[in-house]
């Protein structure tokens, strides 16, 4: 008779101690058929030439990769990409954070404005940035009427046309979506910074800024690290806004990466130079977040 | 003699009786296509078809008929117009062959054709007995948006074409002839060139605005592009030098038409630069703007014909019917702006089902219900549509209307149909928004061409070279 502690592999391992790695396998399998196998078909496609009128899966080098260096308009995309998220994101913070500040202190019916505040978040981008084009708009928007009362005279602002306003137009947009995001986030950091230190600051005579640089801001910072990442990545790859307000437009004033890509990929069928492009966008985040989680302290 | 006499009488009597028994036996090519189609009772077939209004037609009307005809269900998936192409290459691409029948907009055939999604239509049209009532279909259509190369791919199904509306109660307001007479040194008349038309919408916005604008189009760039396309060849342009093909929008003419376009926004209704289909025809409904051009569904709703049908209900209710005069653009050349033929994919598992469907929905009976469909928005496309008493009794204009119809669709130009058109239309649609942000003519016109020009680069010249000259060769390619 054999018992179960004789029990054991070629190796010379315990069937239990292998039993754990068979139960993870599905899951492991899993995560590389949805992750790393896309990712990997995308850069051999990049390599290729699949357009919507050939299907050219030969080696072509790295074609489409320099023909990303000649392409204007992509580096124009990121540019714009780069502007909406260098303004959007601190707008969001300072905002966020203020607003943060305001609802710290109890208040009557505080709940209730928390949540209401948070309601942007809750929508989707596209309906959003739908609602605020007919907001926008010349002749039944809202925003116009006002403007037209305010000026006392009938006004008739392009706002997804004139190159001037087709940014302020993102960016109300933008703001008015995800500065609650911030909010909510900021103040539940805000919440948990430890009364006692603020008060000890307060006694030892240090003023408002003084307590809030040292002692706040140094609390709160892992939090707000996270949401700036969150956030940072999130314009990074802004889509639905812009699409549902001026589609990349005036021109390709607006457009940016992520609209470019989709441009390419799924109007222009240009397949394998838009695989090139992802995998272009996919190396500048990375080295940006790495770059920005060591900077923030992240990694520690 | 008398014998002669009885054998021609005989003989007379014989020959009405075969002519009758044979005219009594032969099929309309609707008749052959339900007789036929009953072999494959029980099946169903899946059709593409542009979502909304238009796919009312298959849902409401020629679907069910179809279906109760034959015992054929009809299948339809809905699909914006912007996606529809992208939808028909996934499915041909993949294989899947989700769908049987297609919509198909003549100027993406060179690419549906060549790539290999569109089934060669020429054996069923032979096998089913369609050659006849195919001739019958208005000759710009028939001989230019059915083939690409020698071989029928598509049943040309739909006749779209540009059409100036305008407002007969001011052109004829005896006060305005005789101020502009005075003024132009002129009668008050509908434009037919465009400098005229500049004069004539300049002056009725002076007098008559903000009541009603000279005129409005729409401006929207998918929109636009239509428009530049039709102006440009009006007005003399070529889009390509076939020698060369080098693209030649940023001649001359095409910066003129550029800067005109945008100088008459100025007589037009404030914001004119984000009017759409809808926007526009709202305008135009409720008498704020004296002319515009737009497709033949405009000429019909301004009339008041169909609009108290529910689904029509977001049709703004037509304070002009009954004012609205019908001509043809400035320059006499409308643009046969976009349109639907009807094909069979090549990736169907029911071809015949699929063919006969779209042959019964094209033939003369079935058509000619179809283009009356107050819903619908097929327009008249067959010879037969543009004088029919049923048609021309809808409404006390309709007569003019269809005469109008009838003329463009002898005189109208073609959307430009190349490979790959959609990126050359694109590179059109970003000239135009540049155009409405204020960038300079001359200066966007150069950037269009130099992007087409890498375009055609990408694609190979002699290839492109060699399609352009196909379409080019076409009657309804430029003014003739």
Known sequence: ?????????????????????????????????????????????????????????????????????????????????????????????????????????????????????????????????????????????????????????????????????????????????????????????????DKSLTEAAEIDGAGYWRTFFKIVLPSIWPVMAIAILIRGLDLARIFDVIWALTRGGPGTMTETISIYTYVQGFQQFETSYTAAIAFLVIAMLTIIVVWAIRRMGLAK | MRLINTVAWVGAVAGLAMSWASAAMAESAAEIAVREAQKYKGQTITIVWEAGLQALDPLNFSGPKWEELTGIKVKVVEVATAEMFTKIMQDYRSGAGAYDALNVIPSWMPDLANAGALEPLDAYVEKYGYEAELQTIAPTYRDNQMKVGDTIYSLPDDGDVFVMYYRKDIFGDPKLQAEFKEKAGR??????????????????????????????????????????????????????????MKATINSDVGVKVLTEMREENKFMPPGVEQFGFVENLAAFLSGQTAMTISWPPYGRWAAGYGTDEEVLSWVPKSTIAGKVGYALPPGGHPELAAGF???????????????????????????????????????????????????????????????????????????????????????????????WAGDDPKAIADAAAAEWDSITERIGVDKQKAVYQAWAAKSGAYPQ
């Open chain 2, 341 to 435: 033929t009807l094909s069979v994919s090549s990736t169907s598992k029911n071809k015949d089902a699929a063919y006969l469907f779209i042959q019964w929905l094209n033939s003369e009976e079935i058509s000619m219900q179809r283009v009356q469909l107050p819903y619908a928005l097929r327009d008249p496309f067959r010879d037969s549509h543009f004088v029919s008493p049923e048609y021309m009794a809808k409404w006390p204009d309709a007569k003019e209307y269809l005469a109008v119809l009838g003329e463009g669709a002898k005189t109208g130009l073609l959307d430009l149909s190349l490979l790959q058109t959609d990126k050359y239309e694109e590179v059109l649609r970003q000239m135009i928004s540049k155009l």
């Open chain 1, 1 to 193: 008779m054999v018992g179960a502690d004789d029990i054991t592999t070629p190796a010379g391992v315990a069937p239990d101690r292998l039993f754990k790695y068979w139960l993870i396998v599905p899951a492991i399998f899993l995560l590389l058929l949805v992750g790393l196998f896309p990712l990997i078909y995308s850069l051999i496609v990049s390599f290729q030439n699949i357009t919507m009128m050939e299907v050219d899966t030969s080696f072509a080098g790295f074609v489409n990769y320099a023909q990303l260096f000649k392409d204007a308009r992509l580096w124009e995309a990121l540019l714009h990409t780069g502007l909406i998220t260098i303004i959007a994101l601190p707008l969001e913070l300072v905002l966020g954070l203020l607003m943060a500040q305001l609802f710290l202190e109890r208040m009557p019916g505080r709940q209730i404005f928390v949540s209401l505040l948070v309601l942007p978040t809750v929508i989707a981008p596209i309906v959003a940035g739908a609602t605020w084009r007919l907001m926008f708009d010349h002749r039944y928007g809202p925003i116009n009427q006002i403007i037209g009362w305010l000026a006392g005279e009938p006004t008739t602002l392009l706002w997804n046309v004139n190159p001037n306003l087709v940014y302020p137009a993102i960016f109300i947009c933008e703001v008015w979506q995800w500065t609650p995001f911030m909010f909510l986030i900021l103040l539940a950091a805000l919440s948990n910074v």
């Open chain 2, 187 to 244: 009668d008050l008349a509908v434009p037919k060139t465009w400098a005229e038309f500049s004069e004539v919408g300049q002056f009725l916005t002076e007098k008559l605005a903000p009541n009603t604008y000279g005129a409005a189009f729409f401006r929207q760039p998918p929109y636009t592009m239509f428009m530049f396309q039709e102006r440009f060849r009006t007005e003399g342009g070529k889009f390509f030098d076939a020698e060369s």
